[in-house]
């Protein structure tokens, strides 16, 4: 009895065996198949948004570099983006720099000379991720003078942000065409632009530089006005290398980028489809420009197709901020930090 129990308990060992070897694609008679009816009840498996999705805490100025951003602002208040973004705008840089500096801000949409002398003055903890806007710099005229730089010889060019880029970016375009800023052409500076305004209404012949959207807002109020340079094409027309007249770029903290890398990148590719949004819906954007206040939605119809809304990133990205941040430089190397930024400056995936 003992040698049957013991030869049928070897048996059902062997079977044991044998069924655990047997091929994977027969599958186990004992095991039914979903019925139609549940197969049809199993959604489909689609990527989901991390259970802790990292917040972004983004600082801006109040113009053209967040334009760029209204579309991923509005989509961040509906729970729509992977990353939470809590937007602050701002009316002046200093404010984004001494937050920055103190590590409130994480990301920062900047002037393209302050991301360098931020670069400089935190010994390299920040770097440069994208270009969010190129030149926003017109010349406007209330007469039919200007048709091209040469013109503006003997003139007086009305303009703002003595020290500033505009005035960088005005001498190397002048001096590129063979003009002497210094002594062919007189420059007036002004501390606001309602001030250019002001002047550009009471004159019949009067020529300025300004940023957009205050073009927009300018010719909006005097039907005389007229753009009759843009200069980021007369920067190109002059510049011997790959460099553009830029206006604002992306920056972050190392530190940040180092604990969240995979949020950093998924942020840079949400911003880039806010951008490309924000190019190609123009009416709709506009109305988010004017709900976040950066200004009215009637400028922001006109203003948003001048205002060079883009978002360059990787070695284009690199060489068009090196190449103008070196004109600054050789201008004054102050407006850059005091050096140009080494290649640690430039964010890469």
Same mark, same amino acid.
């Given at each position: 009895?003992?040698?049957?129990?013991?030869?049928?308990?070897?048996?059902?060992?062997?079977?044991?065996?044998?069924?655990?070897?047997?091929?994977?694609?027969?599958?186990?008679?004992?095991?039914?198949?979903?019925?139609?009816?549940?197969?049809?009840?199993?959604?489909?498996?689609?990527?989901?948004?991390?259970?802790?999705?990292?917040?972004?805490?983004?600082?801006?100025?109040?113009?053209?570099?967040?334009?760029?951003?209204?579309?991923?602002?509005?989509?961040?208040?509906?729970?729509?983006?992977?990353?939470?973004?809590?937007?602050?705008?701002?009316?002046?840089?200093?404010?984004?720099?001494?937050?920055?500096?103190?590590?409130?801000?994480?990301?920062?949409?900047?002037?393209?000379?302050?991301?360098?002398?931020?670069?400089?003055?935190?010994?390299?903890?920040?770097?440069?991720?994208?270009?969010?806007?190129?030149?926003?710099?017109?010349?406007?005229?209330?007469?039919?003078?200007?048709?091209?730089?040469?013109?503006?010889?003997?003139?007086?060019?009305?303009?703002?942000?003595?020290?500033?880029?505009?005035?960088?970016?005005?001498?190397?375009?002048? !001096? =590129?065409?063979? @003009?002497?800023?210094?002594?062919?052409?007189? %420059? /007036?500076? +002004?501390?606001?632009?309602?001030? &250019?305004?002001?002047?550009?209404?009471?004159?019949?012949?009067?020529?300025?530089?300004?940023?957009?959207?205050?073009?927009?807002?300018?010719?909006?109020?005097?039907?005389?006005?007229?753009?009759?340079?843009?200069?980021?094409?007369?920067?190109?027309?002059?510049?011997?290398?790959?460099?553009?007249?830029?206006?604002?770029?992306?920056?972050?903290?190392?530190?940040?980028?180092?604990?969240?890398?995979?949020?950093?990148?998924?942020?840079?590719?949400?911003?880039?489809?806010?951008?490309?949004?924000?190019?190609?819906?123009?009416?709709?954007?506009?109305?988010?420009?004017?709900?976040?206040?950066?200004?009215?939605?009637?400028? !922001? =119809?006109?203003? @948003?197709?001048?205002?060079?809304?883009?978002? %360059? /990133?990787? +070695?284009?990205?690199?060489?068009? &901020?090196?190449?103008?941040?070196?004109?600054?430089?050789?201008?004054?190397?102050?407006?850059?930090?005091?050096?140009?930024?080494?290649?640690?400056?430039?964010?890469?995936?």
């Amino acid at each position: 009895m003992k040698k049957l129990f013991s030869f049928t308990l070897m048996l059902v060992m062997c079977l044991v065996f044998l069924s655990g070897c047997s091929p994977s694609n027969q599958p186990p008679t004992d095991v039914a198949s979903p019925s139609p009816l549940e197969e049809m009840a199993t959604p489909e498996t689609s990527p989901t948004p991390p259970a802790n999705p990292t917040t972004f805490r983004l600082a801006s100025l109040k113009g053209p570099t967040t334009m760029g951003l209204v579309k991923l602002m509005s989509d961040s208040e509906a729970g729509r983006t992977t990353n939470n973004y809590d937007v602050t705008m701002y009316a002046t840089a200093d404010e984004i720099v001494t937050q920055l500096v103190n590590n409130e801000i994480d990301v920062a949409a900047v002037p393209c000379n302050l991301a360098s002398v931020l670069y400089n003055k935190t010994q390299g903890a920040i770097k440069v991720a994208a270009i969010n806007t190129l030149g926003v710099l017109y010349v406007v005229e209330t007469g039919e003078q200007i048709n091209a730089i040469s013109d503006l010889k003997g003139k007086t060019i009305y303009t703002t942000g003595k020290g500033t880029t505009p005035e960088y970016a005005l001498h190397y375009i002048l !001096a =590129k065409n063979g @003009l002497d800023p210094t002594k062919d052409v007189t %420059i /007036e500076f +002004k501390s606001e632009a309602t001030e &250019v305004a002001a002047l550009l209404s009471e004159s019949s012949d009067a020529i300025a530089m300004l940023p957009q959207p205050f073009v927009t807002t300018a010719m909006s109020k005097n039907p005389n006005l007229h753009i009759a340079l843009n200069m980021s094409e007369e920067w190109d027309k002059v510049s011997d290398d790959d460099s553009a007249l830029v206006t604002g770029v992306v920056i972050a903290r190392n530190a940040f980028i180092e604990e969240n890398p995979e949020a950093f990148r998924i942020f840079l590719g949400e911003y880039n489809a806010s951008t490309k949004y924000v190019t190609s819906n123009n009416e709709e954007s506009a109305r988010l420009v004017g709900k976040y206040e950066i200004v009215p939605e009637a400028i !922001a =119809k006109k203003a @948003l197709p001048l205002c060079n809304i883009t978002f %360059i /990133e990787g +070695k284009e990205m690199q060489s068009k &901020v090196t190449g103008y941040l070196q004109s600054l430089f050789e201008q004054n190397p102050k407006a850059v930090g005091g050096t140009m930024p080494d290649a640690a400056f430039y964010y890469s995936k």
